[in-house]
């Protein structure tokens, strides 16, 4: 047989496992699946509607965004998340952006800054949390690659993936959406100004703030320290 002929299957089962990851992904984001559960892989296949294969391919993918993770004894279990685990991301988040911002801004041409604000614009009225997030990192990209540093964003954008899934209290809660949004806002006018200062500030109010914003919203973090995932 033709070697051409064996091309369209990859391209299916690679297209459905999407599926099946975005299916997913939206019910663990919008609390539909919650934390801690275990997801019975035979059991969900036949909810879904497919075979074990695709889904199998769609978990390994969601892993690796860390919305879920294997467990000993248990399988595959939705992440749990509280108000540490968004302490831990934003430090780590303006630890790199703060390596990248100074070597961002000398490049930043006005085609990033309309980038940015488009993202801005579409994020006001964003209610679907998937898309939420995508226009999130879409916003810090604009602004972070002219940095021309490959692999500080792509450790940023895998942070991204990861903490995509804190974005649920700050979409859906008016005081905090606000604030995030307020924050961009002067996050893009610091860097069109070219005002390095500026920029940092931002990024020490959102270590300082979003955790203090965040938490009444989250899960409180438990006593004893969690066992590795």
């Not at 609390?31 to 559960?37: E, K, Y």
Request: hydrophobic share 45%; aromatic share 4%.
């Amino acid at each position: 047989m033709p070697p051409s002929n064996l091309g369209p299957e990859p391209v299916r089962r690679a297209s459905l496992a999407q599926q099946v990851a975005g299916s997913l992904r939206n019910a663990i984001l919008d609390g539909r699946i919650a934390g801690g559960s275990v997801l019975r892989q035979s059991a969900l296949a036949r909810e879904l509607g497919v075979s074990v294969i695709p889904l199998r391919e769609a978990l390994r993918q969601l892993e690796g965004e860390g919305l879920v993770h294997h467990a000993a004894h248990r399988g595959v279990v939705v992440a749990t998340f509280d108000a540490e685990d968004v302490r831990e991301l934003v430090e780590i988040c303006r630890a790199l952006e703060t390596l990248a911002f100074p070597r961002a801004l000398p490049n930043v041409t006005p085609d990033d800054l309309a980038h940015a604000e488009r993202a801005l614009a579409a994020l006001r009225d964003e209610s679907d949390l998937a898309r939420f997030a995508d226009l999130a990192w879409e916003l810090r990209a604009a602004l972070l690659r002219p940095a021309k540093s490959p692999r500080l964003l792509q450790q940023l954008e895998m942070l991204s993936k990861t903490n995509r899934r804190y974005w649920a209290p700050f979409l859906r809660d008016a005081k905090a959406r606000a604030w995030i949004l307020e924050h961009w806002r002067r996050l893009i006018d610091a860097v069109r100004a070219r005002d390095l200062d500026a920029v940092l500030e931002q990024l020490g109010r959102v270590q300082s703030e979003a955790v203090a914003i965040g938490a009444p919203l989250l899960p409180p973090a438990p006593n004893q320290a969690r066992s590795p995932q």
